[in-house]
């Protein structure tokens, strides 16, 4: 499981240019489940169980990680950006970064010993970063990048401990997750979809939930968690390593009471997500159609959005056996 | 080895307090050349005989900036004291190895982004706790007292140009090694003494124990100087691919500096002028006031990034450096004025 999330993770895929992290998850799938692309890019998936599922019940991933994308070039030869998602600029300054998985840069910035008193300790604009390629001038940058083309922040995948360290764990863990649940056989039916386009408003999920039509839906992901020193106890949302974090609301949904009861008293490790912060999938898929049931199962990672994210091994297989009980629940209508 | 393998290889390496990775590869590549030695005090030293009493030392730092452990928490995160100059604004998130008694990667604590309010803004670096992921059990790998460092490999990128971590002044004792292999088996006119200081990160320390014992006539300190970038003007930094900046400051020997001009000037080598007005920020201030004196200079070479885990240089710069030196001390350097 951790060498497939290992090639997962360090695949990269920005969002609208997922088309890398797409080609090996089909080659991953394909010999276990009837799928097809979408126009979006989407993976859709059909597994056929045992039996006929009670109800159409949908299980989600996205495929997109944040990341940043070429905006202009300079005079000099630096490079102007965007960030493709929510990245703080902290998370950005003095990294490297592979743009279009060919050239090194380093996003650069004016060093602190160049600057005075109070700018010294607050994180610049963004705006105020470049990317330093080496070139000396305009004309030799474009030789090496083009205009729109996309980086990310590169990091090493490793292992500390129970946990891993690594970039796009969101939602590369829900994608190994979704994996796994096509591999194995299953009791019931299901579509399973890989969506592209989440970090920028949940776009994916909209066409793939539209051309479902699913009475319900599991949307799997990697959450905030800030079980950190300079957290509140009432401000950390979930513990890595204490179990599958569970929604019950955020920033782009209500989820579904029932699911929401069914998954917290499951027996299996897991937490409610205690914070009403961030979105995910969910947002788009429960307001589809006339309205999909939906439940959000994330595993809980630390410094989400940056290129060293933590989260547990633990958590990522009891979110396996949670995905796997509540599908087969509302599926088989032992969950209501 | 080449320029850029040596200087790939020492930024590999360890060099901070007592951690001596990068003594013990410097001192292994110099003993092809000459039988150097390491102090008690870390610095790694060596000679080469010329026809006169003068001496001119070569000196680059071989330690690097990062971080001393001061605190263990029962859920693993640590928390750290600065050793050298620390931007502390990129330290969120940022992966780096702790040296315990099993080096150990640990990452930055970034503000969750549900806390943040757009406006980040930290005090001091111990507010920013180092994540060990490992729980409990970090106490059993990592006691206080020990030593971090930035994580980071060194990679090329456009025209000759490098990046990685410790450049700073790895590059500065690449050069320091370059010579003594391009001067040896040489008849030089005076005596070369090749030093490579530690300590020079928490305030010029080795390189004052070394200039001490050694008492050499004349100094050259070889160390990084800020390179341009967007928005940094020319007063304020020195452009890549220029060559080797000569250093000009009322703290340094004015003869060596002009000397320094007009041999690059005379062998078509490219340089360029730092111009300071009072002390330089390197080992040539503690250089210039050793014992009863030592004619100080510098030689810079122009560094983006400066203190980070992404340094930029410009190799050419590095082989206009060792271009100058070697035609310098092949001169005598001001020994006959």
Redesign the interface.
């Known amino acids: 499981m951790t060498d497939l999330l290992k090639h997962l993770c360090l695949i990269d895929g920005t969002s609208g240019d997922e088309d890398s992290v797409r080609e090996f998850v089909i080659s991953q799938i394909k010999d276990y489940c009837e799928y097809k692309t979408d126009n979006l890019g989407n993976i859709i998936c059909f597994k056929k169980g045992k039996k006929r599922p009670l109800k159409k019940v949908m299980v989600d991933a996205h495929l997109d990680e944040v990341g940043i994308i070429i905006t202009s070039v300079t005079e000099n030869g630096f490079l102007k950006f965007s960030v493709v998602g929510g990245i703080d600029t902290t998370a950005l300054m003095f990294r490297k970064v592979k743009i279009c998985d060919r050239v090194n840069g380093v996003i650069s910035g004016k060093p602190y010993h160049l600057l005075s008193g109070e700018s010294r300790k607050k994180a610049p604009q963004t705006d105020s970063l470049y990317i330093d390629i080496g070139a000396k001038s305009k004309s030799e940058a474009l030789e090496l990048v083009n205009i729109g083309d996309r980086a990310v922040l590169t990091s090493d995948f490793e292992v500390l401990g129970d946990n891993i360290k690594s970039k796009a764990l969101d939602d590369r863990i829900g994608c190994l997750v979704l994996i796994s649940l096509l591999k194995e056989d299953s009791e019931y039916d299901f579509y399973a979809t890989f969506t592209v386009q989440e970090e920028v408003g949940l776009r994916g999920a909209k066409t793939a939930t539209y051309a479902i039509e699913p009475d319900a839906a599991i949307a799997l992901e990697a959450t905030t968690a800030a079980d950190i020193p300079s957290s509140a106890d009432d401000k950390k949302v979930c513990c890595v390593g204490k179990g599958v974090a569970v929604s019950f609301m955020d920033k782009a949904t209500v989820y579904d009471k029932e699911y929401y009861k069914a998954a917290i008293g499951s027996g299996i490790p897991c937490q409610p997500k205690a914070a009403v912060a961030g979105g995910n999938n969910s947002g788009s898929i429960h307001l589809s159609g006339k309205g999909v049931r939906t439940i959000a199962l994330s595993a809980p990672c630390r410094y989400i959005h940056t290129s060293s994210s933590i989260a547990s091994l633990t958590d990522i297989e009891n979110m396996l056996s949670l995905a796997r009980y509540m599908l087969n629940g509302i599926a088989g209508g032992s969950i209501k | 080895m080449e320029i850029k393998d040596l200087l790939f290889t020492l930024s590999g390496k360890t060099g901070i307090g007592s951690i001596t990775e990068a003594q013990k590869t410097a001192y292994e590549i110099l003993g092809e050349y000459l039988e150097p030695q390491i102090t008690d005090d870390f610095n790694v030293i060596g000679f080469l005989s010329g026809k006169s009493d003068y001496a001119i030392m070569l000196d680059a730092h071989i330690d690097q900036i990062g971080f001393v452990v001061t605190d263990i ?1 029962e ?1 693993g ?1 640590l928390t750290v004291s600065n050793a050298g ?1 620390i ?9 780096v190895t702790v040296h315990g008694k099993q080096k ?4 930055f ?8 309010n757009g ?5 001091d670096i111990t ?1 920013i ?1 180092l ?5 409990e ?1 970090a106490k059993e790998i990592v006691s206080i007292g020990d030593y971090v460092t930035f994580t ?1 490999d060194c ?7 490098v ?1 990685g971590p410790s450049f700073d002044d790895r590059a500065g004792v690449a050069c320091v090694l370059e010579l003594a292999k391009r001067l040896s088996g040489k008849e030089l006119p005076v005596n070369v003494v090749f030093c490579l200081s530690n300590g020079e990160e928490l305030g010029l320390r080795g390189v004052r124990t070394a200039a001490f014992s050694v008492e050499p006539n004349e100094a050259i300190a070889i160390d990084v100087t ?1 390179g341009d ?4 003007s020319a007063d ?2 020195c452009g890549l ?1 220029e060559g080797g900046m000569i250093g000009i400051s009322p703290v340094l020997d004015k003869k060596v500096s002009q000397k320094l001009i007009s041999v690059a000037k005379e062998n078509n080598i490219p340089y360029g002028l730092e111009v300071m007005g009072s002390k330089t920020g390197t080992n040539a201030d503690m250089l210039g006031i050793s014992r009863k004196g030592v004619k100080a200079a510098t030689l810079s070479i122009p560094l ?7 340094e ?1 240089l410009d190799l050419g710069d590095l082989s206009a450096v060792c271009d100058l030196l070697e035609s310098y001390i092949l001169s005598g350097g001001v020994s006959n004025d």
């Open positions: 928490d859920n995160f100059g931007d502390i604004r990129a330290l969120p998130s940022r992966a150990i990667t640990a990452v604590c970034s503000t969750p982004p549900h806390l943040a406006d980040t803004e930290y005090t507010e706790k994540d060990t992921a490992l729980g059990k980071g990679f090329p990128i456009a025209n000759g140009r990046c800020f970038g967007l928005n940094i304020e930094a691919g983006r990034n400066m203190h980070t885990a992404v930029i």
